[in-house]
């Protein structure tokens, strides 16, 4: 048996044609179209894998940064701008994002690099908080400038600043700002935070430190010492404003499946999904052959910090913009159920079903942002799972 053969994984993909072969071609029940959908992912692993040895991992990122409350560290390090970034860009189905918490064993060296990690020229705009307004803008320039500068260190041959070292270049005396609502995104891909204005600008001396931990998914090779080598390539795109990695990994596990209903081992394509499955296989087939090149992990920071400016500079477009009519909010809602009519069709109805349980997770998570083109994105989500069910249900 090879490493890409790990036992319980090889008994799923087993046990999932011998589910779907129980049923004969003519039944449509519910347990009948589910173990044909387990068994249509589980094979779509299986031709992705193409035999070789590739496990399923699962790395704890932790991030410090310093922040004034929790709602400021929740922006700091649950949003947008201190997330990891996979081979194929950023892609939050492979990722979840920790919610923060004070972290009280900071060393007084870690503490002072995370008290100056903050960009000059919010100082002057503090008393305009805005959204999307000058000192919004600063934290988001210096962000993307700190990737760019990591971008550009590798592409070059050289080491970003070290985070340990004493010479830790000043970036600022400021405070961070707080947390906005959601980033709206292209159709597919991500719905994050983005940033807000809460508040007075309070003093420096308000700040404290603050930790998350992020989980993120990836393929790498069975051996836990090969994984790991991804899983700092991965914590190495979260950076701190000198351009050197912020991310530390705390803790790494296989992902291999877990024990379902009725006694057999649940395969990792279907405790991931179908959407996710794919991501994952491509960033593996982006990953595969460079796996900590200085070159491959350039261009990924180069893109990100591209996304960062082009997606910011997109919300506050859409922030500027006047509310539509209530009749065009309408026929846009419309427009998501028909959409999801047209997706369902074709599709089995645990297939479709699932869809449906996706566009509610993604309505949930756009919910109490308090701004109107979130709620409107969320009622369209809504109105897709309710359009998926109604198919479902034939």
Not at 29 to 49: F, G, I, N, P, Y
Not at 143 to 169: E, F, I, N, W
Not at 284 to 305: K, N
């Amino acid at each position: 048996m090879t490493h890409g053969d790990l036992a319980w994984v090889a008994w799923a993909v087993v046990d999932a044609r011998r589910r779907a072969r129980r049923f004969a071609a003519h039944d449509h029940s519910t347990e009948a179209d589910r173990a044909r959908q387990e068994l249509a992912e589980v094979e779509a692993w299986e031709k992705r894998r193409r035999g070789r040895a590739v496990r399923l991992w699962v790395a704890y990122v932790e991030v410090r940064v310093a922040a004034l409350d929790a709602a400021d560290a929740h922006v700091r390090l649950a949003g947008y701008l201190r997330h990891p970034y996979h081979r194929i860009g950023d892609t939050p189905g492979l990722y979840v994002l920790g919610g923060p918490e004070p972290a009280a064993d900071v060393s007084e060296q870690d503490w002072e690099r995370l008290r100056r990690d903050y960009p000059a020229t919010a100082l002057s705009h503090r008393g305009d908080r805005e959204p999307y307004g000058p000192f919004e803008r600063a934290h988001v320039a210096a962000y993307a400038d700190a990737l760019s500068r990591c971008h550009h260190a590798l592409a070059c041959g050289k080491r970003p600043h070290d985070p340990q070292a004493t010479s830790v270049r000043r970036v600022d005396n400021a405070s961070p700002t707080t947390g906005r609502a959601r980033l709206l995104a292209p159709p597919g891909e991500r719905v994050e935070p983005a940033l807000a204005a809460r508040g007075p600008f309070p003093g420096e001396d308000a700040l404290a430190c603050w930790r998350s931990v992020h989980r993120v998914h990836f393929l790498s090779h069975p051996v836990e010492a090969a994984a790991r080598g991804r899983a700092r390539e991965l914590a190495a795109t979260i950076v701190d404003g000198s351009g050197a990695p912020l991310g530390r990994i705390v803790r790494l596990e296989p992902e291999d499946g877990h024990p379902g209903e009725g006694g057999h081992w649940v395969h990792p394509a279907e405790a991931v999904g179908p959407l996710a499955a794919g991501a994952l296989w491509d960033d593996y087939d982006a990953a595969e052959h460079d796996t900590g090149a200085p070159a491959a992990l350039a261009g990924v920071l180069g893109r990100a910090a591209a996304q960062v400016r082009d997606t910011f500079a997109r919300d506050a477009r859409l922030h500027a913009a006047p509310e539509p009519p209530p009749g065009a909010w309408l026929s846009a809602a419309e427009r998501a159920a028909e959409e999801a009519r047209r997706e369902a069709a074709g599709r089995s109805p645990d297939e479709v079903r699932r869809l449906a349980d996706d566009a509610d997770y993604l309505a949930d998570r756009l919910d109490g942002t308090g701004t109107g083109d979130d709620r409107d994105r969320a009622e369209q989500l809504r109105r897709k799972a309710a359009a998926y069910r109604e198919a479902a249900q034939g």
